[in-house]
Nanobody, 124 residues
Framework: QVQLVQSGGGLGQSGGSLRLSCASS????????IGWFRQAPGKGREGVSC????????YYVDSVKGRFTISRDYARNTVYLQMSSLQPEDTAVYYC?????????????????WGQGTQVTVSS
């Protein structure tokens, strides 16, 4: 079973920034579509952003457009989610996931490999 390894996140302040990383030592992320999802307390998992690692196309949910930036680093086999202008509503556990077929934010279906989850807490 392929495991994606996440790092970053933690506690941030409203208006501040945090960065999440998603990597794998056993799987090439650059052959996939990498999505970031989040799950706030008491809510379902929500697709936040996705990147096509082959051509760099990026996609965002409306609530994070202009604040979050997804990017990839071929040399490090890593995908990042830079989160800026953080809001308390961004508080959630964030997950990265790999989809071999397409970038999809509306559903978790199709994402075959997942990271372990990272807590992001934004204080007001």
């Amino acid at each position: 079973q392929v495991q994606l390894v996440q790092s970053g996140g933690g506690l941030g302040q409203s208006g501040g920034s945090l960065r999440l990383s998603c990597a794998s030592s056993a799987y090439s992320l650059m052959n996939s579509y990498i999505g970031w999802f989040r799950q706030a307390p008491g809510k379902g998992r929500e697709g936040v952003s996705c990147i096509s690692t082959s051509d760099g196309s990026t996609y965002y949910v409306d609530s994070v457009k202009g604040r979050f930036t997804i990017s990839r680093d071929y040399a490090r086999n890593t995908v990042y989610l830079q989160m800026s202008s953080l809001q308390p509503e961004d508080t959630a556990v964030y997950y990265c996931a790999a989809n071999l077929r397409d970038c999809v934010l509306q559903t978790e279906d199709g994402y075959d490999y997942w990271g372990q989850g990272t807590q992001v807490t934004v204080s007001s």
